[in-house]
């Protein structure tokens, strides 16, 4: 009996100068600025390239399919389980998120100095990229536009209570407020590194493979020797770089390393993630939400207990999606009210344990440990949030628990605080970090100062799993600073 190989096909080898695996805001960094200096530069993406005129044509619905990993629905285990949300797609998460560029505060990169040993990434160095990233994206602070009472209704009350909070400071040229934010801007307003970075690298000879999912790095005595990968019809590739980036995101990355024997025990042990509340308010007035921009007012009073407010995009999928819990009726007749409704986010800073308990063939396992301190946090989160909610003239709150009933007033919402359990919140995360940490291997760090690997000199990591926790704000402007930073030290040394 003849036995044949399930590939027939030779594998084909691919020489290259400087390859990229990941075409986020990390990876698009490296793409940009190995190319601008002449590099011979390959992104590899596991997603498909897509244009703003497929965001035009499509459905919303159809985009969360194609672009996010798992329909955006990937789970974190744990009590309760988190749904997590990452894209799949040429230009990462930048594609879908809200355009939010905030820079790290001073106080924030010396905390994390101190936490990692390596003080080379404080506010005298990420300055001045994030201050180029700024002109490079065109940086602006926006105000409502047209629609967005959501917004407006927020940023009054807020100021009725005299709490903080701001106007967006978001990367967008013409906004046309089509409220897609988290599905692909079908304007191109967006400046997501897929109309920014990408196409700019690609002028300088740059070459973006999409549909080419990296399966293993190949290395000996602490160089990358080759990138195994699989393209669009399931071919095997055998990429031979020089220099390797990696920047697969804050699960592909430390699921890449450990896949290939790199720091096993270490690389995303440990993930640090932003949690998302999301509440819907009802209001005895026509708010008409689903016409505007999400974020377009931030509340920041309780910025320093690493809480947020904003108002969301309101859609009728998105509604469903945060409602899918409840009743079918009570479903039915909230999207025929949907007039009146607005829905909010919270964001919390989780200070628990999450991290990939374990990779079966390439799929990770995540398991959080989310701590009595977590709970006690998101329920002063949901407090706070339903006061300014009530202050905006909400006469009905949807509290993020499937089993819970309208809320009416503040006597409502004690009772609700005092019955709620770690189990009950519906909770969703899209930003996640710290999977591969900038630190010292004693600290429990992953890669060292100029972003190799411990022990590694032709391999740098450049996404949100080098940085040392979570930031508290949306992190796509702290990213790509450390990114530039991490390239900048790599052509300086080269």
Not at 96 to 103: P, S
Not at 137 to 152: A, E, K, P, T
Not at 449 to 475: K, M
């Amino acid at each position: 009996m003849t036995f044949l190989s399930r590939r027939t096909a030779p594998v084909r080898q691919v020489d290259c100068d400087a390859l990229v695996v990941g075409s986020g805001a990390g990876g698009a960094v490296a793409a940009l600025e190995l190319a601008r200096a002449g590099r011979a530069v390959t992104v590899l993406e596991e997603g498909p390239r897509v244009t703003t005129r497929d965001f035009e044509t499509g459905s919303p619905a159809e985009s969360m399919r194609r672009l996010y990993r798992n329909g955006g629905a990937t789970a974190v285990f744990g009590t309760p389980t988190i749904a997590y949300g990452e894209a799949r797609v040429v230009g990462g998460t930048t594609v879908v998120n809200g355009g939010l560029l905030w820079e790290p505060s001073a106080a924030l990169l010396d905390r994390w100095a101190a936490l990692s040993g390596y003080g080379g990434y404080r506010a005298s160095v990420l300055g001045a990229h994030f201050a180029g990233i700024q002109r490079r994206l065109g940086m602006i602070v926006q105000d409502h536009g047209d629609g967005n009472q959501d917004s407006r209704l927020l940023a009054a009350a807020a100021e009725s209570l005299g709490w903080r909070w701001q106007r967006p400071q978001r990367v967008v040229r013409g906004c046309e407020h089509r409220n897609q934010c988290a599905t692909g801007c079908p304007s191109g307003a967006k400046q997501s590194m897929a109309v920014t970075y990408l196409p700019r690298a690609e002028e300088f000879g740059a070459r973006i493979s999409p549909g080419v999912r990296a399966d293993r790095i190949v290395h000996d005595r602490g160089r990358a020797r080759a990138v195994e990968a699989t393209d669009e019809e399931g071919r095997a590739v055998r990429y031979r770089p020089r220099t390797l980036f990696v920047a697969a995101g804050p699960i592909g990355t430390p699921v890449l390393l450990r896949r290939s024997g790199i720091h096993p025990r270490t690389a995303g042990r440990r993930l640090a993630l932003h949690l998302n509340l999301r509440t819907v308010a009802r209001f005895p007035r026509v708010v008409d939400a689903v016409r505007g921009t999400m974020f377009t007012a931030q509340v920041q009073e309780h910025s320093d207990l690493g809480m947020l407010v904003m108002p969301s995009n309101l859609t009728p999928g998105g509604l469903g999606a945060a409602l899918a819990g409840r009743d079918p009726g009570v479903v039915n007749r909230l999207l025929d009210e949907r007039a009146h409704l607005g829905m909010f986010t919270t964001q919390v800073r989780m200070q628990g344990p999450a991290g990939i308990a374990a990779v079966l063939g390439r799929t990770p396992v995540l398991r959080h440990g989310m701590t009595r301190s977590d709970h006690h946090a998101l329920t002063l989160a949901f407090r706070r949030t339903a006061r300014l909610l009530f202050a905006a003239g909400a006469t009905e709150l949807l509290p993020p628990t499937s089993t819970a009933g309208p809320l009416r007033g503040v006597s409502d919402v004690e009772a609700y605080c005092a019955r709620v359990r770690p189990g009950d919140w519906e909770l969703v995360s899209v930003h996640g970090m710290a999977g591969c940490s900038m630190a010292l291997p004693e600290r429990g760090g992953v890669c060292d100062e100029q972003g190799r690997p411990h022990g590694f000199t032709n391999v740098y990591l450049c996404d949100a799993g080098v940085l040392p926790g979570a930031p508290g704000i949306s992190p796509q402007g702290t990213i790509m600073s450390f990114a530039h930073e991490i390239v900048g030290r790599h052509l300086e040394s080269a």
